[in-house]
């Protein structure tokens, strides 16, 4: 592989580690703090399999970089410009029903692109994809059936839902956002975004009008992520998360 290309994939696994550290870590916030006992625990779940996934995708990243920076220190010894997640899983948590929506919007995509990935020319890359293509199954299926709850729930949850994915619509259109890095890999390692947006419209789109939401119109979309250009919620996210890592660098457990 050509170095041009070994570093468009670096920074193509720092994107797909990125996104899940950040909204595993989103979403552990709910620990302890679900509406029900049954969903505190399958939240904790699914934010275990999204930093499993972005400790395999990372550990690969610093594999192909070849720096000697393995995915602890991709994780913790990176500042926020560093970070190539999309703005959307760095938001806040909100209230439940909006941490559903950005969960449903996230895991639509994720679940496509996994299955493309899995496919990959790039073994290694594949077989990460695969596992964690298997766990994007259950999470698109958990959170759509929460939005059909909710949306087709009570006066309140369907106002809150319908809030939520008004405010967090703006975000999505980063999921389908190409750059070089994308054309440099389109094709045999990874899927052109844009390919994927027909069929994540298709899904979105069914989930939302048998919750009885509406979907919102395009307009403008909040983009940057890609580049290390993200809102300020990701600073506030990383040094909470990254505190123990940097005050005691090299401890051992």
């Not at 920074?11 to 550290?21: I, M, N, V």
């Not at 552990?28 to 499993?52: M, Q, R």
């Not at 594999?63 to 410009?81: C, K, S």
Request: hydrophobic fraction near 40%; charge should be negative.
């Amino acid at each position: 592989m050509r170095d041009s290309q070994e570093e468009a994939l670096f920074e193509y696994l720092l994107r797909l580690g990125d996104d899940r550290l950040v909204l595993g870590h989103r979403l552990s916030e709910w620990c302890g703090h679900g509406p029900i006992l049954e969903e505190d625990i399958a939240l904790a779940n699914v934010a275990l399999d999204l930093i499993g996934q972005a400790t395999h995708f990372l550990q690969l990243a610093g594999q192909v970089e070849g720096q000697g920076r393995d995915e602890d220190a991709l994780a913790y010894f990176r500042d926020a410009i560093d970070y190539r997640n999309i703005n959307l899983v760095e938001l806040p948590n909100g209230d439940f029903g909006r941490t559903i929506v950005r969960q449903f919007l996230f895991d639509a995509w994720s679940v496509l692109l996994l299955d493309r990935l899995q496919r990959a020319a790039h073994t290694r890359l594949a077989g990460v994809a695969a596992k964690a293509y298997k766990e994007a199954r259950y999470h698109v299926r958990h959170s759509g059936e929460w939005v059909l709850r909710l949306g087709d729930g009570t006066d309140e949850s369907h106002r809150r839902v319908q809030t939520a994915l008004d405010e967090l619509w703006p975000y999505t259109g980063e999921l389908f956002a190409a750059d070089e890095v994308d054309r440099l890999l389109a094709g045999a390692v990874a899927p052109e975004p844009a390919a994927l947006e027909p069929a994540w419209r298709e899904v979105v789109s069914d989930v939302v009008r048998r919750a009885t939401l509406t979907l919102p119109a395009d307009g403008y979309m909040h983009s940057g992520g890609r580049h290390g250009r993200h809102t300020e919620h990701l600073g506030h996210l990383l040094a909470e998360m990254q505190i123990l890592a940097r005050s005691h660098p090299g401890a051992k457990w």
